[in-house]
């Protein structure tokens, strides 16, 4: 639960910091195409104002809870940042500069969006949340406490992961630890993939889980500062080891470990936690740098330089106004190209061993990435943003489509979400499934899909089978 205190700070902090973008955006100098992008701001204030049903339920479920802040970041603080970069032309990455119309389309797309998120959440929170409240004390109420879970299939589990990782161990762990620079070899984390991806992964994130959430009972029962020192080291460990260029992968273990913990530890963990964001943070500007590192080849680094270089990606990562007008841009080009099967392609096309059957030059973020990076290029390292891949499918009547569909998944999951007699590991597992589909405003389906099958689903169906195999007492 995020409590009433803590969600009281975060929407002053949301208020205030809307109007200092709507006033910064409305008198200063926009570009061609970028006119009307103060609206985002204006009326995302105005909805999370009036929309009652979002503070209310963000208060007492983590999914909602996340769906705010990442609004918040897309149509406030992004908008902010390309107002201060003046960051209207191309991005740091290319020279496709799109149409000013297209930028004005782009918008068009965004208002649609936003506007049918928060109708999905008037209409459609009472119904998930409220009317599956008993259900959730019915479930932990009719906890079977006559059986005793050995944890069969998480032993053995376990136990062949350990196998495998012994005559996998080079592609187990990565090829630099936590800070990485030039030398790192990013084609030996790529030959990692199919069923070895989802096993690594899996066993990672299980080994994590069960020791903190250890520590974390532990705690409750004595109260002693050792286990949460404990568990902080066993999530820093647990970062290490999934060390890579994406940033996002790093920073998401500590921020859902201190969802969980923040009204268990309290203050007593606030040293560690600010050791820890140090150190995420000295990571996170070497992925940044090793990213950009054609950037910094003049050896003028700075504090300033980087910050800049850091911000004017932020339309990127929160497929903003830039990337979705490249989307349009891009679906009208190929337009012929992109048909069903691509449409399919792009869901089927994430999951493992299944991927080596379709066509990955048949899919919607190939034509995106061909359209931005030139015909030449084979990797596709640009995500198009959902909105568009709606747009292009179903019409620019229905762009806010797929993302509806997400939401709804969220607002579902969350709302049958209990967290009473659950373990740390379980609460994990499904906060992490509720930001995949949170996180649909800032990816694609295949990055959806993707996180799906090689992130969630695998520990689920672990720890399904394991809850069905009991010995009684």
Known sequence: ?????????YRITVIITSIITIIYGLFTNKGYGYELLPILPILFLIFFMLNKKIHYYSEKFYGLFILNILMFI???????FVFLNMDYGKAIYTGVI????????????????MIAIFITILLFSDKFYNSNKKVNQ??????NLKNSNKNIIIFLFIIFSIILI??????????????????YDISSQEELSGIADLVFFAFKLLAMGLLVGKCVEKYKIKNKFKYILFSYIILLFYIILNTSTSRINMILPLLFFILLTKDIFKKKGFILLMASVIVLSIAFVSITMYKNAWLFKDGNFSISSFSKILTSQI?????????????IEATEIYNREMTLNTFFNDFIGSIPIINHFIDARDRSNAYYNRYILGSGREDTPLIMPLVTISAEYFSEYFCWILTVVCILLMMYIDGNSTYENKTFLEKYIKIYLMFIFASCIYCNSQIIIGRLITKSLPIYFILFL???IEVKK
């Open 74 to 80: 897309r149509y406030v603080l992004t908008p902010f």
């Open 166 to 183: 012994l005559f996998n161990f080079n592609l187990f762990m990565p090829n630099q630890l936590l800070l990485i620079n030039e030398n």
């Open 315 to 327: 339309q990127e990562y929160t497929s903003n106004v830039r990337p979705i007008a490249q989307g």
């Open 138 to 143: 019915n479930k932990s109420n009719t906890k």
């Open 98 to 113: 799109p149409l000013a119309s297209s930028c004005k389309l782009a918008l068009v797309y965004m208002i649609i969006e």
């Open 1 to 9: 639960m995020i409590g009433e205190k803590f969600y009281k700070k």
């Open 466 to 468: 394991n809850k069905k």
